[in-house]
T-cell receptor
Framework: EDQVTQSPEALRLQEGESSSLNCSYT??????LFWYRQDPGKGPEFLFT???AGEEKEKERLKATLTKKESFLHITAPKPEDSATYLC????????????FGQGTRLTINP | ETGVTQSPTHLIKTRGQQVTLRCSSQ?????VSWYQQALGQGPQFIFQ???????GRGNFPPRFSGLQFPNYSSELNVNALELDDSALYLC?????????????FGEGSRLTVL
């Protein structure tokens, strides 16, 4: 059974303090790994797709990386508006119609 | 371009009742997926509809059922509500059967079962 575990559950940073969020996964055949951002009371918003180990994607202050067992979401010099829950999900080659999500990391950036 | 819209946004039901949640997919998208998100948890896949046919189902009992209409909008029906059904129900649309993982989510319907 595919599994995704995210750590830490919650992270509080000062504005400008860089850090990383971890996503560990187990999947029989990885089709893709995805990062989403979710603001309180909203649906998740797509950020990145990673398909193979060694791949990296960047968007503004965020960079996502992928290995064969885990993915990291690096946040550089964060701002208060980066506060949100960040969700990681995997898509299996078989049963590709569904995403299996982790429980998320709740990130708070203090000004 | 119209995004994914869901209704109602909030509702309260009692145990044993039935509920219908509605979703209008993003313009041009023919695939709709439904997810259940309990408080503090990640979304869990319920099922997916493609061109009015169910195309995959997660570990949810048969009292969770759905429909997709010719205009690609969708409904989620839950019968015999239980307390554990209290959650945020998310609809997501995408283009095509080969889901890229790039799902476009609505803001969800918050269901409380008393």
């Amino acid at each position: 059974e595919d599994q995704v575990t995210q750590s830490p559950e919650a992270l509080r940073l000062q504005e400008g303090e860089s850090s990383s969020l971890n996503c560990s996964y187990t999947v029989s055949g990885l089709r893709g790994l995805f990062w989403y951002r979710q603001d309180p009371g909203k649906g998740p918003e797509f950020l990145f797709t990673l398909y193979s180990a060694g791949e990296e994607k960047e968007k503004e202050r965020l960079k996502a990386t992928l290995t064969k067992k885990e993915s990291f979401l690096h946040i550089t010099a964060p701002k208060p508006e980066d506060s949100a829950t960040y969700l990681c999900a995997v898509q299996n080659i078989q049963g590709a119609q569904k995403l299996v999500f982790g429980q998320g990391t709740r990130l708070t950036i203090n000004p | 371009e119209t995004g994914v819209t869901q209704s109602p946004t909030h509702l309260i039901k009692t145990r044993g009742q039935q509920v219908t949640l509605r979703c209008s997919s993003q313009s041009g998208h023919n695939t709709v997926s439904w997810y259940q998100q309990a408080l503090g948890q990640g979304p869990q896949f319920i099922f997916q509809y493609y061109r009015e046919e169910e195309n995959g189902r997660g570990n949810f009992p048969p009292r969770f059922s759905g429909l997709q209409f010719p205009n690609y909008s969708s409904e989620l029906n839950v019968n015999a509500l239980e307390l554990d059904d209290s959650a945020l129900y998310l609809c997501a649309s995408s283009l095509g059967l080969a889901v890229t993982g790039e799902l476009f989510f609505g803001e969800g319907s918050r269901l409380t079962v008393l």
